[in-house]
């Protein structure tokens, strides 16, 4: 247990649906973040934020809608997703912003069809 | 970039032995992390070395980290089959964008029994 919860652990989608990722962190944390793993690439940072506000959007498609309510809770919004948007969403949390070290949930593995 | 490099891409070895992990990066760093993880799990986190550190220990778990060459090595000693997993490294510099960490592609380790 990391303190870091999301789900759904599992989501199959068709490319009309719509539906939501969501993450949960219990360590009083500030910073949260979410990242996509896909095979034999890096993981790629999508979105942080700090204290509820957005401070990074990495060139994320708008089809991906983050969205934090309060500091213990982010979700990511999916619509009208591509095929190749299939991958592992890792959602983390910091206590420090910068270079802080990153507290990883079991991430969302999501298939598009 | 200032993303990380993991080098072997995967590495095979015998319970027992001593598994070493390299990675480098391009550009001055804040810190350098080491992460673990499980298929098809979230990343754990095992050590974080600063810049001004050369050497750190984490039971079977030794980092070393040269500025001067932009290049940090992963020692697990006497390996056990539960090491079996990938490990990355994340270097993360200073401020604004710059202190987010970027992580490598990994190394794959399969320590056999």
């Known amino acids: 247990e990391t303190g870091v919860t999301q789900t759904p652990r599992h989501l199959v989608m068709g490319m009309t649906n719509k539906k939501s990722l969501k993450c949960e962190q219990h360590?009083?944390?500030?910073?949260m973040y979410w990242y996509k793993q896909s095979a034999k690439k890096p993981l790629e940072l999508m979105f942080v934020?700090?204290?509820?506000?957005?401070?990074e959007n990495n060139s994320v498609p708008s089809r991906f809608s983050p969205e934090c309510p309060n500091s213990s809770h982010l979700f990511l919004h999916l619509h009208t997703l591509q095929p190749e948007d299939s991958a592992l969403y890792l959602c983390?949390?910091?206590?420090?912003?910068?270079?802080?070290?990153?507290?990883f949930g079991e991430g969302s593995r999501l298939t598009v069809l | 970039s200032q993303q990380g490099e993991e080098d072997p891409q995967a590495l095979s070895i015998q319970e027992g032995e001593n598994a070493t992990m390299n990675c480098s990066y391009k550009?001055?760093?804040?810190?350098l992390q080491w992460y673990r993880q499980n298929s098809g799990r979230g990343l754990v986190h095992l050590i974080l070395i600063r810049s001004n550190e050369r050497e750190k220990h984490s039971g079977r778990l030794r980092v070393t980290l040269d500025t001067s060459k932009k290049s940090s090595s992963l020692l697990i000693t006497a390996s056990r089959a539960a090491d079996t997993a990938s490990y990355f490294c994340?270097?993360?510099?200073?401020?604004?964008?710059?202190?987010?960490?970027?992580f490598g592609k990994g190394t794959k380790l399969s320590v056999k029994p």
């Open positions: 994340a270097t993360a510099g200073y401020g604004g964008s710059q202190g987010n960490l970027i």
């Open positions: 983390a949390s910091s206590q420090e912003r910068i270079a802080g070290e990153l507290f």
């Open positions: 360590l009083g944390h500030n910073a």
């Open positions: 550009t001055s760093i804040n810190n």
């Open positions: 934020y700090s204290l509820e506000e957005r401070v």
